[in-house]
């Protein structure tokens, strides 16, 4: 930059600026004026003009507006103005004949070093991000995704490679701070940081609108109560279920209504993974390594969808969680699969609390007592089943809780020929296929069929297990 | 280094580390022996039998037991263990 002086920002795709040409003109015979182009050497025609299509100089004046005109003393700037001014013009310049043909005034155009394709880039050049996380430099001929695969970085199906513009571009669509810590992810208890974080939902294909959502999802896999160490390590199925309530989930075009649990919606599909990446890539839990799980299930992908809030006549899930209607919320549980509920016929609720607490009494094995957590999610058509025959989503958790005592005898170790069962010595005795806390109840799919699902759990939701977490979502 | 050819690091940045095991000893005669419990279902008739076993031979063997096999062992077992043994045996998940 100058010592003494003026220097002028232009470019050629600014009217104002190719208004004021003849006033740089004016200006360039005075002696002392640099002019940089944003956009083309080659204007304005006939002055000298420096090269500003790299946008450096620009960005280094912060520069919002063209033309700006900066007057410089002692290597140190004094004065500026943008736009055309008149007034403006000449008590910068110290004289009083610029532009007399020109009007008074002409509000300049914004400055490319301004623009989000640019400016994410000179950003980066300059050094001027929050990112901390070592760079991984790749070969000339090395392809990104290949990269990412190569070193581990991958569920299986190829990331979006995490470029530091992307993560940058992530990073925007939270207020936190890149730094900030979320915890320590098990299972290397490596610290967990919001750039963390934004690295893996890159990864996954996220939105950076989508960053509070997971940000918040990731908070509640490291609860305590979550037990994230027991979910990765064990032999059994599980990984994290993620379920988004309150207005952000339309905010963010997630899915509650027709395959809430399929494809085919990016939100849903990419939260769900960048949790799962993050707990892979941040904390180490991978399989063969200390995810032991003997069969796992697909949802370890990705398991995410949000509650039909709008559709449902119930109180939202986050109601029952603690919180008030319409929070925007995460709420995690540890499942696995999804055993469907079919019932075309009941009519009654007391008929379709018996279909669902029967089902109910299937999950893991018939004989297994008490069975795991289970979340229950319950379509349209059931819901208006329950509404027509007067019960609410609580009398309806209550009526399937009742139906879950289930005789002794009934899954007593032999009965039926099976070898899982209750010990002898609760002959008489009546047994819970569930506990008292073992039963969420979420509303969502699609307007047609009389279909809905059961979400097994891990185990029964002890506190030295796992419980479901939910976090309200900071945005 | 131009932008394109580098991707920040997604993970824990966990250097790896390599900690040479201990040598084995060659022999348990006047050593402590540990066996842990980590409390999955039948490990404690494993490492009773492996206890018996050890004692049957003249060996000193402490017992301990994590409270869950669901999360890892409270810092003041890992303490006792490093205080108090030589040699411990712990069953690893089923």
Redesign the interface.
Known sequence: MQENGLIAIVKRDCPTCVMVAPVLQQLESDGGLTVYSQDDPGFPEGMDVADDTALDISYRLEVEIVPTLVRFQDGAEVERTYGWDRVAWESLTGRDDLGADLPAFKPGCGALNQEQDYLA?LK??HGDTP?V??????G?KED?IE??FERG?SDGLPVV?????R?LAMLEGTTRAADEVLGL?PS?L???TVE?VA??AV?AGCRPDYMPVVLAAIEAVLDEDY?L??TL???RFVGPVVIVNGPIAKQIDMNGKGNALGQGNRANATIGRAVN??VR????GKPQGVD?ATLGNPGKLSYCFCEDEEGSAWEPMTVDRGLKAGANAVTVFAGYGLQGVIDDKARSPEELAQTFATSLHAVDNIHKIPGPDCLLVVCPEHEITLMQGGWDKARFHSEIMARMQLPAEDVMRGAHGMAEGVKPELAGQTVPKLLPTGLLIVRAGGGAGKFSGIIPGW?PGTP???RPVTKEIKT | MSIADALLDPTGEREAVEKPRLARPTSLDGLTVGVLDISKVRGDVFVEHLATLLEGRGITVKRYRKPTVARTAPKEIEKAIVEEVDVVVEGLAD
Not at chain 1, 281 to 284: R, T, V
């Open positions: 880039e980066i050049r990112m996380s070592r760079l991984v430099s790749l000339a990104a990269a990412c970085w490679p995490p470029t530091q513009e993560v992810m290397n490596d610290i967990c963390k690295i893996n990864m037990c160490h027991g390590a064990t032999t990446l993050a890539n941040i904390g180490g032991r185990t030295e297990s796992s």
